[in-house]
T-cell receptor, first 118, second 111 residues
Framework: GAGVSQSPSNKVTEKGKDVELRCDPISGHTALYWYRQRLGQGLEFLIYFQGNSAPDKSGLPSDRFSAERTGESVSTLTIQRTQQEDSAVYLC????????????????FGPGTRLTVL | SQELEQSPQSLIVQEGKNLTINCTSSKTLYGLYWYKQKYGEGLIFLMM?????EEKSHEKITAKLDEKKQQSSLHITASQPSHAGIYLC???????????FGTGTRLKVLA
């Protein structure tokens, strides 16, 4: 498809288990973002990948969270030892990416993965 | 730090009525994005505004960015049940690429 895809769409797990969320960005998009949206709250930036540069991990809430991206394609967000407060919708977005800072860059979002930690 | 405030938080209107959602920034916006979110679906990009005073329309939805680039409004004319959802404004930070988002406006349109 032409859009950003994410899998799984829903994930229910037990507290303490590890989970892995996948994002397939739009082909040709060099930038990829992960966000978290807790119930009733706005989007929270987690991590940003831009090409082959070192990712910006400044939004990751704890060391239980990690993300990887293979080149300019698939990304996985891993949450280790899940906690109930990790329950949220995890959204991935991709964009063409930017060369100069003065350009704007529209992000296109996937459908999200709804994570429920029991 | 830059913040985006949206108002109202929720809105219930009768089908056919017009409505406006506002998004206000504490600092000058670099780029302002409007998204629509439906339950079980991803965010849908609606419009992006960059220049002060800019106005864009798509079907019955019009978005404006004020001259100071600190406030944007989203106006829906003759609302329909299909307009129901959560509307989010988002903006790029002035000093980094990270996006910030408002908390959203939940719109319900009664048939």
């Amino acid at each position: 498809g032409a859009g950003v895809s994410q899998s799984p769409s829903n994930k229910v797990t037990e507290k303490g288990k590890d989970v892995e969320l996948r994002c397939d960005p739009i082909s040709g998009h060099t930038a990829l973002y992960w966000y978290r949206q807790r119930l009733g709250q706005g989007l929270e930036f987690l991590i940003y990948f831009q090409g082959n540069s070192a990712p910006d991990k400044s939004g990751l809430p704890s060391d239980r969270f990690s993300a990887e991206r293979t080149g300019e394609s698939v990304s996985t967000l891993t949450i280790q030892r899940t906690q109930q407060e990790d329950s949220a919708v995890y959204l991935c977005a991709s964009s063409l990416g930017r060369g100069r800072r003065t350009s704007t860059d529209t992000q296109y979002f996937g459908p999200g993965t709804r994570l429920t930690v029991l | 730090s830059q913040e985006l405030e949206q108002s109202p938080q929720s809105l219930i209107v009768q089908e056919g009525k017009n409505l406006t959602i506002n998004c206000t920034s504490s600092k000058t916006l670099y780029g302002l994005y409007w998204y629509k979110q439906k339950y079980g679906e991803g965010l849908i990009f609606l419009m992006m505004l960059q220049k002060g005073g800019e106005e864009k329309s798509h079907e019955k939805i019009t978005a404006k960015l004020d001259e100071k680039k600190q406030q944007s409004s989203l106006h829906i004319t003759a609302s329909q049940p299909s307009h129901a959802g959560i509307y989010l404004c988002g903006a790029e930070g002035n000093h980094d690429y990270k996006y910030i988002f408002g908390t959203g406006t939940r719109l319900k349109v009664l048939a």
